[in-house]
C-alpha cells in the first residue's frame, strides 16, 4: 500500500514522518488562505496565529509537495502523527496532484490533504477573510508552542520560492510583516 500526502503550509519544510518519494506540484482548483486560527501552534486560545488553509478557487494552482509513504507501518505512524499535528483541520480530501501546468494527467491521484474548513460549526478556529493589515498585526503579535507566527510565515515564503513559486497572497503579507517590524523597530 501507497500513501500520498500534500503539504501546502509548514509540511513543505518539516514533514515529521519518513517518506519514500518528494515530488513538487501542485492542485487545481484551491488557492492557499491564511484564514485558519492557531491556537495549538503558532498561537494560543487566547490569543490565536494564523496559519494557511485551502479555499476552493476556480483556476487556481496550489503549489506545494506531495510525500510518498510506503509500508503499512510507516502509513500508520504518519497518519497517527499527521491526525495530531493537523488536528484543528477538520476535513480531509483525496485530490489529483500534478507536476506540469500543462497536463491534464495527474502525476498523483488522491493525494491525501488536510483542509480547515470555514464551517464555524466543525472548525471553531476558522478565523477567515480579514485585510492584509490585520492578518499581518495578528502574526506579528501570536506566538505558540511552535515558535512566534511571523516565523511560520517567513519559512512559508522561503520553502515556496524554493520550490519556484510566488505565491502573491504569502508574499504580499511577508511584505506587510517586514515594513510593519521595520516601523516598529525604527519607532523603538
Same mark, same amino acid.
Not at 486560545?45 to 485551502?54: A, C, D, E, I, Q
Not at 495578528?138 to 503579535?141: K, N
Given at each position: 500500500m501507497v500513501l500520498w500526502?500534500? %503539504?501546502y503550509g509548514s =509540511?513543505?519544510?518539516k514533514s515529521g514522518f519518513d517518506y519514500k518519494e518528494r515530488l513538487v506540484g501542485f492542485i487545481r482548483g484551491y488557492r492557499r488562505v491564511f484564514y485558519q486560527g492557531s491556537t495549538d501552534h503558532r498561537g494560543t !486560545?487566547?490569543? !490565536? %496565529?494564523? +496559519?494557511? +488553509? =485551502?479555499e476552493p478557487h476556480d483556476g487556481e494552482l496550489c503549489w506545494g509537495v506531495a510525500y510518498k509513504v510506503s509500508g503499512e507501518e510507516n502509513e500508520q505512524i504518519a497518519l497517527s502523527y499527521l491526525e495530531v499535528r493537523e488536528k484543528q483541520y477538520d476535513?480531509?480530501?483525496y485530490l489529483d496532484f500534478y507536476t506540469d !501546468?500543462?497536463?491534464s494527467v495527474p502525476a498523483v491521484? %488522491?493525494?491525501l490533504v488536510y483542509i480547515?474548513? !470555514?464551517d464555524k460549526r466543525l472548525n471553531k478556529n476558522y478565523l477567515g477573510l480579514a485585510s492584509l493589515e490585520e492578518i499581518a498585526n495578528?502574526?506579528?503579535?501570536s506566538q505558540g508552542p511552535s515558535g512566534p507566527n511571523r516565523d511560520y510565515l517567513f519559512e512559508l515564503e522561503s520553502a515556496l520560492l524554493q520550490l519556484g513559486c510566488k505565491d502573491a497572497h504569502v508574499m504580499d503579507l511577508a511584505a506587510i510583516v517586514r515594513e510593519i517590524l521595520s516601523k516598529k523597530e525604527t519607532n523603538s
Open positions: 500526502v500534500f %503539504g =509540511l513543505i519544510w !486560545p487566547s490569543h !490565536p %496565529g494564523r +496559519t494557511v +488553509t =485551502l476535513d480531509k480530501a !501546468p500543462s497536463s491521484r %488522491g493525494v480547515a474548513s !470555514p495578528q502574526i506579528i503579535s
